[in-house]
């Protein structure tokens, strides 16, 4: 990765670079039904759609994996970069291998075999109408894995040319260490479930000593290696499937929606853009990935991807307290 600090300042986005963006487009919506049926015309038009709404929102890094909606995600996208001759040039292609889904009697599964994540690539590759992965994450921890077996797969993919960067995807520290142990390439990302809902991230580390220290089950120390060793953290999930911008279901959840709105409302922005920033405020550098594929809900998060996180340290915690309904320890 580069030696950015800050990825947020208008620097001009690279294709070698997953740093330089602050903001992702998740396409997990794109492709139709979550089923083998062929996607048709209809959705073509609804990934277009939301393929422009990132773009005019300044977002070039699309964010995808093999099974989304069977496939489909990736082939509807290749549909729209077929329809757009130079749009492969603009942006950031990542996609994700590594789950197997239920087929049948057999139970869905994680595969990172090396041929397996070989395989997949060039399916991906295929379905995308592309000629390069631009980063590869690997979806999820396989405990068959064999980490050389893995490290010889992706040093393989990138010698043929055929994915520039690769990163994780639910990973603990200790997870990536062991398998940067018998990579030579660096690892440039971690995609972490991370929004103002889903905080044992961000818990796990201030309840140190205290009785609720068990609760999180998030693994310590993993934000602070993937900062320490300059991988990116991504974010999913991170406008917390509309629970502070529509659906509320607990009294915090309440609160802390009235205190989103306020506080968008004061900044001259979207509740949206105002829990990305909550995570963009964070010194990790967190990019969150926006997953939604509604074009009017796309562009509520373009302050994100073009303003600094206008966040005051005060501001960050009143979020934070109000979400989680309790003082801090």
Same mark, same amino acid.
């Given at each position: ?6 990825? %947020? ?24 039904? %979550? ?8 959705? $073509? ?21 093999? $099974?989304?909606?069977? *496939?489909?995600?990736?082939?509807? #996208?290749?549909?729209?970069?077929? &329809? ?6 603009? !942006? ?21 075999? *090396?041929?397996? $994540? ?57 997870? !990536?260490?062991?398998?940067?142990? #018998? ?17 044992? %991230?961000?818990?796990? *580390? ?37 629970? #502070? ?40 550098? $967190? ?11 796309? &562009? ?19 979020? %934070? ?9």
């Amino acid at each position: 990765m580069g030696t950015r600090t800050r990825p %947020w300042k208008g620097e001009p986005v690279t294709k070698n670079d997953t740093g330089a963006e602050r903001l992702l487009y998740g396409c997990m919506g794109l492709g139709g039904a %979550w089923d083998t049926t062929r996607y048709g015309t209809a959705d $073509i038009a609804a990934a277009e759609a939301a393929v422009e709404a990132a773009l005019d929102s300044g977002i070039t890094v699309f964010d995808h994996a093999d $099974i989304y909606r069977h *496939g489909k995600a990736e082939a509807v #996208f290749g549909e729209v970069l077929a &329809r757009a001759p130079g749009l492969r040039e603009r !942006i950031v292609l990542q996609t994700k291998c590594g789950i197997r889904l239920a087929d049948g009697e057999r139970p869905g599964m994680y595969d990172l075999r *090396g041929e397996t $994540i070989i395989r997949r690539v060039e399916e991906s590759l295929v379905r995308l109408r592309t000629d390069v992965i631009d980063v590869l994450l690997l979806h999820r921890p396989d405990p068959l894995a064999d980490p050389e077996d893995i490290a010889e797969a992706l040093t393989s993919l990138h010698r043929q040319g055929l994915v520039r960067r690769f990163g994780v995807s639910n990973m603990s520290g200790a997870q !990536i260490s062991l398998l940067q142990t #018998f990579l030579e390439l660096p690892l440039a990302a971690n995609q972490l479930e991370m929004s103002l809902h889903r905080r044992d %991230w961000l818990e796990g *580390g201030v309840l140190v000593n205290t009785p609720e220290a068990a609760s999180t089950g998030f693994p310590l120390g993993t934000v602070e290696h993937c900062r320490s060793t300059g991988i990116r953290l991504q974010a999913w999930g991170a406008l917390a499937q509309g629970r #502070f911008t529509g659906r509320q279901e607990t009294p915090a959840e309440l609160a802390t929606a009235r205190l989103v709105g306020s506080l968008a409302e004061a900044k001259g922005t979207s509740p949206e853009t105002v829990l990305l920033w909550w995570l963009q405020r964070h010194p990790s550098r $967190i990019a969150p990935v926006i997953g939604s594929a509604r074009p009017e809900r796309i &562009r509520a998060c373009a302050d994100a991807a073009r303003r600094d996180p206008e966040l005051t340290h005060e501001e960050w915690y009143e979020l %934070w307290i109000t979400a989680r309904g309790a003082a801090l320890p």
